[in-house]
């Protein structure tokens, strides 16, 4: 079942960051049961080649890919969209006209402006000229657009957001946090109250609202509030993290303190 479909039935989602440039490291999170990974340009440098492979170390595993672009810009949405991807993530959406923008890049005539190319890797290098009119609706339904709302005026325009039509609507609380002047105060009642608008103007539309959680124990509470799209940390996170309790637990368990006070009992 592909990601967008997911959506449309009410699952609720679970993904990460891709900061590493590694196709192996995608791997990984595939084979951990995650249903999605979004490819990070935003923050993270990559160059176009590396990320096909990442697209292809995904699909061998059925893991949805989707890129996060560092702007709003047609053709460096096009780029992402021909190593066939699942989905564009684009980030500080600040207006419905930034979301239309961004809508238009992704699909074909005559539902957007996404330039027409028959022999990529998302066209199968030129293998689907014969139905390429069946392939461009196919990719037009299952595409996903993910609008992350980071700044507070991208809180104002929810509703013209909302209205442009994304798949998902993405609070970004790191940045709207800063956005606000209260930067890495995610729990601040100033950002939980942005946050609860931008939840509200999307269950009005009946819509995807997607968040970061910062343990997974938060997620109950969040689709109470009707969100569905998660995201966790990124993989050097996570890497790290396993890492640091690992080592910490091996230094723990030579500490010699520790290892009178377990002969004693």
Known sequence: MSLKEKLRRGDAVFGTFAFLPNPNVIEVLALAGMDYVIIDLEHSPKNWETIENMVRAAEVHRMATLVRVSINEEKHILHALELGVDGIV????NSGADARRAKAAMLYAPDGTRGTCTLTRAAAY????AGFIAHTRKQNERLVLVAQVEDKRGVEAIDSIVA????????GRSDLASSLGKPGMVNEPEVLAATDRVLASVRRAKGVAGIGVYSPGEAPGWIAKGCGFFFYSSDGAILLHAAKTAVDGFRAALDPKARGAASAA
């Open 126 to 129: 030129g293998g689907l000229r």
């Open 90 to 93: 684009v980030p500080f959406v």
């Open 164 to 171: 442009a039509g994304p798949d998902v609507v993405m609070i």
